[in-house]
């Protein structure tokens, strides 16, 4: 058993600065159904928003009370405390021409569910580098809930990083949308490599994970693109700091559904559902919106 | 923070309804744009319509069948207001070789199909490719001469030639109403052997051939429509973009001068958009990969075509780019454009399998009408 507990207590100012910023979040997700602006829009403006607060205040809120972890309980903590495990996964980059190169941004709403307890809600904000139309190198930031059923009652949340080289290594017509009838039809095959950090996920304790996967995705139609996606991967935990880790390794698999292009050309939204193949983890689910800029 | 996470989390708690509803309504939305009707033209307010087919050059010796005969229906419907344009690659594998040659015959096959194609009445052009080139061999300039030649002899009355002539590079300008055409044979900037002889009669070096071009995509006009085309693309989503194939994206390294990744090919197109720069044309259209593609434009041109599906044995890959308006890949066929009376581009694009069985596919106004 590994005991831990929780000291640092933001000042009240910084506490009612990222509150105020991040009841956007929720109070613009209610005016979605009333108003006209698109909804990944919306959403985007208000995940980038928090994000950008939260970082700029700089801390994650502390928790009080104390906590008793199993091995266990603090593993499954750590592969869900990065982005890589926090975020679903998003379909392959959208191919591009090869003459360019392009900068694109996104944002992340993500949750677990399929277990009992808090369902860590992360939210995170991301550049995108696309090289010559084809691989994409990008760096993420963000902001989860801590699991406070494990380690107290209000025990706040804690940032998280990303870096990840999304390469694509074949993207060519896909017999399978032409059999549908939709000659436009695009398959992607590629490699993800990821690293993900989230320091004091739990207080004391920095996560450092890395992962390796292989996305696969189809994408159709000729104006607003449907995509669908898969990603099967392995994901590891590695020492950075606290508890020694070693030798932890799991399988997940990503996958979702999204558009491309949808009312402008350099916009997608995913849907994504992740499963870490982990007795004690759940699932993550959560929407992803990039915006591409085109030259 | 933490008050906005638990906001959010009342949302996110519904995950598994939301996700469906929101995936219906992506499928459904995206289903949308798949069967959504094309425009179509009036008839009697199109004052020219320009056909492009590109890479035609293997026709079934059989059954020329789509989409030759389709080509040849839309412009006999109203052939005094067409131009064909066959945008390279106009004879497989080598071009016209030398008459004594054992493959001359089949060679002459080839381009007849494409010159019986334009029916009596419409204009027919030719722009050379790189397989015209005989195949970017050595002696690839006689056989673009014998291609010219060939071409006037099978015309048998109809108004069918090879631009630009006698193997140099153009560009060559057409006006008809408020339509420009330009040919350009983009070939000559990537050739690695003799460009020119004692019987070339026109410049022949880069500087002239970009700064004719520069003069020549300069409206003349107001509302004029500029086209050029080359056998070349500026930008395409297909093998020659460096795609379709596991290798395509290091062609930038080891690939030929006819991919968009290699250097030579990078120079030939910086000598066409240079001079695009100031006036980019409306249309750059072109051929070489062997699929249909509209694609976003600008810088270079305000459009992109790629229409290189002439032949069946030929038709391959091509991949939906985010420049994309349209891509098909493993269909030929070809590209209209109707240029309206009074304002008004129409460019749609016509594909079919290998039993001639397809049609009309998709279409957008790349000029609203009236305007």
Avoid at chain 1, 91 to 102: E, L
Wanted: with cysteine.
């Amino acid at each position: 058993m590994m005991t831990t507990s929780h000291n640092a207590v933001p000042s009240n100012a910084t506490r009612r600065v990222m509150a105020s910023a991040c009841h956007a979040w929720a109070s613009l997700r209610a005016t979605l159904s009333l108003a006209s602006v698109p909804a990944s829009a919306v959403r985007a403006t208000a995940v980038a928003a928090c994000v950008a607060v939260a970082i700029s205040t700089g801390g994650a809120s502390a928790a009080h009370g104390q906590a008793e972890l199993t091995p266990e309980e603090l593993h499954v903590l750590r592969i869900e405390a990065t982005p890589i495990g926090a975020l679903p996964r998003i379909g392959a980059p959208m191919p591009a021409s090869r003459d360019h190169n392009y900068w694109g941004l996104r944002a992340h709403g993500g949750m677990r569910g399929g277990r009992s307890g808090p369902d860590m809600a992360a939210i995170a904000g991301g550049v995108d580098f696309q090289l010559l139309g084809g691989s994409v190198f990008g760096a993420t930031a963000g902001y989860q809930e801590r699991e406070c059923t494990l380690l107290g009652e209000d025990c706040g949340g804690h940032f998280m990083f990303e870096g990840r080289a999304r390469i694509n290594l074949l993207t060519g017509s896909s017999r399978i949308g032409a059999a549908l009838g939709d000659y436009s039809s695009t398959v992607t095959l590629g490699t993800d490599l990821g690293f993900g950090y989230a320091p004091d996920f739990v207080p004391g304790q920095h996560a450092c994970t890395v992962d390796l996967g292989v996305p696969v995705s189809l994408g159709m139609f000729q104006k607003v693109r449907l995509v669908g996606f898969l990603t099967p991967g392995v994901i590891w935990a590695v020492d950075c700091g606290g508890e020694p880790v070693s030798g932890q390794r799991n399988y997940m698999l990503g996958s979702g559904i999204g558009v491309q292009q949808l009312l402008h050309r350099g916009l997608d939204v995913h849907l994504g559902l992740q499963k870490i193949f982990r007795a004690a983890s759940g699932y993550q689910f959560g929407l992803s919106v990039t915006w591409t800029l085109l030259p | 923070m933490t008050d906005g996470l638990r906001a959010g989390r009342a949302y996110w708690r519904v995950g598994p309804a939301l996700a469906a509803a929101l995936s219906t309504a992506l499928v459904a939305g995206a289903g949308c744009s798949l069967h959504s009707t094309p425009a179509v033209a009036e008839p009697d307010d199109i004052e020219m319509t320009v056909l492009f087919i590109g890479d035609a050059g293997e026709p079934d010796p059989r059954d020329p069948g789509a989409p030759l005969d389709s080509l040849y229906a839309h412009a006999a419907a109203a052939p005094g207001r067409t131009v064909i344009l066959f945008l390279g690659d106009n004879i497989y594998p080598d071009g016209i070789p030398d008459p004594a040659a054992p493959d001359y015959p089949d060679a002459v096959r080839r381009l007849r199909e494409q010159v019986r194609a334009v029916p009596h009445g419409a204009r027919g052009i030719f722009v050379p490719g790189n397989h015209d080139w005989a195949s970017s061999g050595p002696s690839g300039l006689y056989a673009i001469r014998r291609q010219e030649a060939l071409i006037t002899e099978l015309a048998e009355g109809r108004d069918v030639r090879l631009l630009p002539e006698n193997g140099c590079p153009g560009p060559v300008a057409l006006d008809a109403g408020r339509v420009r055409l330009i040919m350009v044979d983009t070939h000559w900037w990537l050739h690695s052997y003799l460009v020119e002889d004692e019987l070339s009669d026109c410049p022949t070096d880069v500087h002239t051939a970009t700064d004719v071009l520069r003069q020549q995509v300069r409206p003349t006009m107001p509302g004029q429509i500029v086209i050029v085309t080359g056998h070349h693309p500026l930008m395409t989503g297909g093998k020659h973009g460096g795609y379709c194939g596991i290798t395509a994206p290091f062609n930038r390294w080891a690939g030929s001068p006819q991919d968009i990744l290699s250097s030579a090919n990078r120079t030939m197109r910086d000598s066409l958009t240079a001079a695009f720069e100031e006036n980019p044309p409306f249309i750059y259209a072109a051929g070489h990969d062997h699929n249909l593609q509209v694609l976003r434009g600008p810088p270079e041109a305000r459009y992109l075509v790629v229409s290189g599906a002439g032949s069946y044995s030929k038709a391959t890959c091509s991949v939906h780019m985010r420049e994309s308006y349209f891509s098909a890949h493993n269909r030929i066929g070809f590209i209209r454009l109707d240029i309206m009376r009074g304002g008004g581009a129409l460019l749609s694009v016509h594909h079919f399998d290998r039993e001639g069985n397809g049609g009309l596919a998709w279409s957008r106004w790349l000029e609203e009408p009236g305007s």
